[in-house]
Structure formats: C-alpha cells, structure tokens
C-alpha cells in the first residue's frame, strides 16, 4: 500500500468488474462471431464505426437494412447461424464462394426434379423452371405438367416394328435377274474404243 500526497490509501491491485453487456457496445461489433453474444452491435447496414444507442432496441434486429440506424442489434453470427439453416435461392447456379446460405452436399440428380427413382440419394432441385416451354432436356429445375418439351417421345426405343439393320433388303426381289459377264463387257469397250481410234 502507497500512502496518497494527501495522505489517503491507495489500493493498487483495483479488481476490475466485468462490462454490464446490456450498457456495452460489443468489442468486436460487426466481426464478432459468438452466435449468443450478449452485448450490443450495430447496424449490419451501417458503416463501420457508427455510435450505438444501446437503450434502443432495433425492431428487424439481424435484418435491419437502414445504414443510420443507430438501435442496439443482435450478433452477426445470429444473422448467418439463421441464413446457414436456409437453402439458396441460386442453387444450382450460385457463384458466391462465401454464400452463408445452404447448399446440398450430393451432387444433382441426372433425372432432374421429376425423377421416379424411389429412395434416390441424389439432390433434387425444388424450385421451379421459369421457362415455357423449357427446351432443355437435362433440366435440373422442377417443371410442370406439359412445361417440359416432348423428349420423352424423341427417345429410340428397340422393337418398335421395324426390322433391324442387318435384316434390310437391298434388292427388289420380284425384278428380273441381270448377269452380268466381266469377259464380254471387256472385249465390247476395247472394241469401241479401236473404232473410235482408228
């Protein structure tokens, strides 16, 4: 103990109490990754920086899109732990390699959205396909009855009444039988060609 210019104690080893979380601005703001913090954040629109009201409770809380809102929200982590839980809306499209919504892990179905595997562990697209009609036969998006074009016709079944390949006919049986000598052909053209000769 130290003995004050006044003459008054001075206790050095001053025990520090831990922040009132519901009068504190949280120390990490909007890079704090707790899911549970009890401490007020800013606005996730807002600039970096922005002074908090932490008597006012923001009403969107995570959602909030006004970047002058100056109430008390929630940890970003929350925001992201709830959009994890939902499913892409660009999915199978999506380009964002740090897209915080949730994406399947097995790849997509061949058969697309209308497949009739029974148990197929594959992924099937729910959203529907915007186009009509959809002209694309490997279409991963789910389609309505008649929306899809006609392939399923398209496709070459065995059997359908037609004789196979090996089994055509190249010659009309009924016509008449031609022979043909290669001996006499010969000499007949080496006999027209002396006359045109000679």
Known sequence: METGAEGEDVDMAGKREPPNPDET?????????????????????????????????????????????????PSPAARLAHQSEQDCKFFP???????????????????????????????????????????????????????QGGFKDKVWTPGQGQEHVSERKFVDENAEEQLIKPETENKEEMVQDQEIIG
């Open 93 to 147: 499209n999506c380009q964002n390699p740090r897209c915080p919504f949730k994406h399947p892990s097995m790849p997509l179905c061949r058969n697309g959205a209308d497949c009739s595997t029974p148990n197929c562990k594959f992924t099937h697209v729910t959203t529907k396909c915007k186009y009509t009609p959809c002209l694309n036969p490997t279409c991963p998006f789910a389609h309505e009855e008649g929306q």
């Open 25 to 73: 601005v949280c120390k990490y703001n909007l890079h704090c990754t707790n899911k549970d913090c009890k401490f007020a954040h800013q606005s996730p629109a807002a600039p970096p920086g922005v002074s908090v009201d932490v008597n006012d409770v923001c009403s969107f809380g995570a959602a909030c899109k006004n970047r002058k809102c100056v109430g008390r929200h």
